[in-house]
T-cell receptor, first 114, second 112 residues
């Protein structure tokens, strides 16, 4: 069964600290993995998209890693800011040209306190 | 460039009613996808339209339907509403295929 598991479900950190969110998947075949950030009351915004051959991809203070062998990805947030408080969703694509082949994780809710 | 817009932003309906949600994609985008998001199930794919044709459909009952117009705007219809249909309905557009999707702000539907 194609599944995407994210951990932790929720996380509270202090402003300025770093944190790492995890994503494990059993989706096959694998095409790419995306991380989205979703602020409360808004639609998700893409942070990174990684294909099989990419190990690391950065977007500002966000760095995603991918280990296609172990089927694990992580999203590392450096020097967190209050605006990083959001839900972070991991999405894995089975390929092809259809969005029906996307499998979504349940998300990690990150809260950054001052 | 304007982003994806969805109307209405909030909607309250009662069981048994039907509802139509609207999505205007980014100019030039031809693919529009719809998703349902609930706290318990997360994001779930409803269907995708490309050039006025439904290209793929998720595992939702036939009460959920959609269409796309020649200007790429899309509508989603839910008939005979149930309490469990209460959710945030998100629309996303992209140029053509599985390239980067841009999401709208969503329509929050509450079924009483």
């Amino acid at each position: 069964k194609n599944q995407v598991e994210q951990s932790p479900q929720s996380l509270i950190i202090l402003e300025g600290k770093n944190c790492t969110l995890q994503c494990n998947y059993t989706v096959s075949p694998f095409s790419n993995l995306r991380w989205y950030k979703q602020d409360t009351g808004r639609g998700p915004v893409s942070l990174t998209i990684m294909t099989f051959s990419e190990n690391t991809k950065s977007n500002g203070r966000y760095t995603a890693t991918l280990d296609a062998d172990t089927k694990q990805s992580s999203l590392h947030i450096t020097a967190s800011q209050l605006s990083d408080s959001a839900s972070y969703i991991c999405v894995v694509s089975r390929g092809g040209t259809s969005y029906g082949k996307l499998t979504f994780g349940q998300g990690t809710i990150l809260t950054v306190h001052p | 460039k304007a982003g994806v817009t969805q109307t209405p932003r909030y909607l309250i309906k009662t069981r048994g009613q039907q509802v139509t949600l609207s999505c205007s994609p980014i100019s030039g985008h031809r693919s529009v996808s719809w998703y349902q998001q609930t706290p318990g199930q997360g994001l779930q794919f409803l269907f995708e339209y490309f050039s006025e044709t439904q290209r793929n459909k998720g595992n939702f009952p036939g009460r959920f339907s959609g269409r796309q117009f020649s200007n790429s705007r899309s509508e989603m219809n839910v008939s005979t509403l149930e309490l469990g249909d209460s959710a945030l309905y998100l629309c996303a557009s992209s140029l053509a295929g599985l390239d980067e999707q841009f999401f709208g702000p969503g329509t929050r539907l509450t079924v009483l």
